[in-house]
């Protein structure tokens, strides 16, 4: 078994992914802070379900016999989609981002990313023992 691939590993991985994108997301707000017309964005949130599905689907053992199982559906299936977020009025050269809003969301976002990348060490860690490396 490839240790990456264990669910929990995969979700982890998933996880810190999006985060990645939305850090990259939030850098391009404050970037654009002072340009005329330009609208911040944020990276819609994963859904759990859709992970849970997209995490199953790695599953080569998987196998649906029942209409109540997971359903299988590929993995590229997760899209990290961006949306407009209008958290503020817009300035009145039509831009619309709050400096202090990013620099939160910022910060969410780093230490958001910090306990995922914390808990896969762990994990991998404990794994690891259990098999005897």
Do not use: C
């Amino acid at each position: 078994m490839d240790l990456p691939e264990v669910p929990l590993m995969s979700m982890l991985r998933t996880r810190m992914s999006w985060l990645h994108q939305r850090q990259d997301v939030l850098s391009q707000n404050v970037a654009n802070a002072d340009t005329p017309g330009f609208v911040a964005r944020d990276l819609k949130p994963l859904d759990f379900k859709d992970t849970l599905h997209a995490t199953a689907s790695k599953a080569s053992n998987l196998t649906v016999t029942d209409p109540h199982h997971i359903s299988i559906r590929p993995a590229s299936s997760i899209k990290f989609d961006d949306v407009e977020t209008r958290d503020v009025e817009a300035n009145p050269n039509g831009n619309s981002v709050s400096l202090e809003a990013e620099m939160i969301k910022v910060s969410d976002t780093q230490a958001q990313f910090q306990a995922a990348a914390n808990i896969y060490a762990k994990a991998m860690t404990l794994m690891k023992t259990a098999i005897g490396h």
